[in-house]
């Protein structure tokens, strides 16, 4: 029997995800929940957290228990403060917020990225950056740029091994809020979905006009039947996405962008990204699991007893 | 007693407007209610039309009655179809739509109008077209720029008295929808306001990155303090509407724009519009009624028996 010598944790907003890993970073393990922090009552963590994994902490008394994700934020368990980039694992390692659990265990969360762009405007990521470092030490490279497709979309630029910049797109939520909330909405069969539309909606993001106008005319087009119900909703998902990815690799220096995420937001990137001319490729499938599994190696070298 | 000449109606989606006109042009009488479009049950325009108007009717049973707005479009009394560019008040007069009311008395709807942009995709307005026409006349300018800010905010190029073309941006609803519906609703005030905050958001807008980047900025500058709950609303507005000015000038020529519409939304985009470098003018109040009288007088000279 293969021994646990850590658990991981990636506890974002809307999920929890629990990996058992050997010492290699190999995963023994996955337990899956819909128990994101939005869903914990009275901010119960310690309960929810001894329910979902009580078990695998009875079974592994001296592992190191990492978590990362929105659990360490201001709305989670208790608040990891974000680190400036630049940083590698080493630093986030040394900036994670000991908690001990009601059960006298001692766990560590690791703390958010922040940095500042050109103009000095903030930003900030919490989960990404163990899946990034992961998925950096997993491919080997020492530069890249890796882009996470979601709701808040984030480019990364790696050198050295550390995070040193990156810029989040608040791309899938606008669409959310764009396609529910706004006139839009009438003429989008929501359950639909069509691939050359998708693509015709990333070509329209490349001309002149803007974002703004360009939503405009996914409702003009709509009255002119040159939409459809069918069609509307991948057109205007390819339009915002094109939006994001015309922005964010407008210097781009024409390396392959490493995607990494949920597999058919990958897959849609990838594709958009063909079409903008840039090449891409799938990142590992399990970046959190090895950035958590770095961080406890850390741990155990630096930091325990 | 000065004789009423015509009556106009501007029909909205979410308001009604009706002129009791003299000779002129001049406006003897406006009521107003909240009786838009969307407000009428069971699509029992005629009945409201006779609630709203009928004592006007009544007294002045040869005057023209022209109307205009989404009252003429699919989804009100009879559709008056989109009337292409470039157009003239004359074009908008011969293709008004007749209409018999129940009481045996004929009016008109105006058509709105459609465009096509340098990359083919269409584009629509309607009700601003008759303020537009009506504007170049009072102004007495045959070659003008003019801006209508709003939900769906309408930039529009006049020549030789015609529009000649124009292009919406769906502002004023991306803003609702992305200030309601996504997680920068968590940190605005929606009650607060702040000049120097909404003048913050126009110059943010001038930055690399692009709109959606800049969204998540707003978030982050909340998490560092940067933002206030009673300053980011008017940052968020100050941006939007930045895009918009930035795409919509993109090209401009260095005349005065004219802004017709709302006082309050007018004096904020002509604050804006003075901060990236565009002189602007408030164009005349009475835009509408002076448009609506100018459609009832081409149909004295033309179209009635």
Redesign the interface.
């Known amino acids: 029997m293969t021994v646990v010598t850590a658990l991981g944790i990636d506890w974002g907003t809307s999920s929890f995800r629990a990996y058992r890993l050997d010492a290699e970073g190999g995963v023994l393990d996955v337990r899956r929940a819909d128990a994101g922090i939005r869903a914990i009552d009275d901010g119960d963590f310690d309960g929810a957290f001894e329910q979902l994994v009580g078990d695998w902490l009875d079974a592994a008394p001296d592992a190191p228990v990492v978590l990362s994700g929105m659990i360490g934020s201001r709305q989670g368990w208790l608040e990891a403060p974000y680190l400036a980039c630049p940083a590698a694992v080493g630093d986030l390692a040394g900036a994670m917020a000991p908690l001990d659990l009601a059960r006298g265990r001692r766990v560590y969360l690791a703390p958010g990225l922040?940095t500042r762009?050109?103009?000095g405007?903030?930003?900030?990521m919490r989960g990404e950056e163990v899946q990034i470092l992961g998925a950096v030490d997993r491919l080997g490279v020492e530069r890249v740029t890796i882009c996470l497709p979601g709701s808040?979309s984030k480019w990364v630029q790696v050198d050295d091994a550390r995070v040193i910049g990156f810029?989040?797109?608040?791309?899938g939520?606008?669409f959310?809020?764009?396609r529910?909330?706004?006139?839009l909405g009438r003429t989008i069969d929501h359950a639909a979905w069509d691939d050359p539309a998708f693509l015709a909606g990333v070509d329209?993001s490349g001309?002149?006009?803007?974002?703004?106008?360009h939503?405009?005319?996914v409702?003009?087009?709509g009255?002119?039947g040159?939409l459809e119900p069918t069609t509307a909703g991948a057109f205007l998902s390819g339009l915002?996405i094109g939006?994001?990815l015309?922005?964010?690799t407008?210097s781009h220096d024409g390396s392959v962008v490493y995607l990494i995420g949920e597999g058919g937001l990958v897959a849609l990137y990838g594709q958009a990204l063909r079409r903008i001319g840039v090449t891409s490729r799938e990142g590992p499938p399990d970046a959190a699991a090895r950035g958590l599994h770095l961080l406890a190696e850390h741990l155990r070298e630096h930091h325990r007893s």
Chains 1, 2 share one sequence.
């Open positions: 922040s762009g050109a103009s405007v903030p930003d900030v808040h810029a989040t797109y608040m791309t939520e606008a959310e809020a764009l529910r909330h706004t006139i329209r001309d002149d006009g803007g974002l703004l106008q939503l405009f005319g409702r003009a087009a009255l002119f040159e915002i939006h994001e015309r922005a964010a407008a």
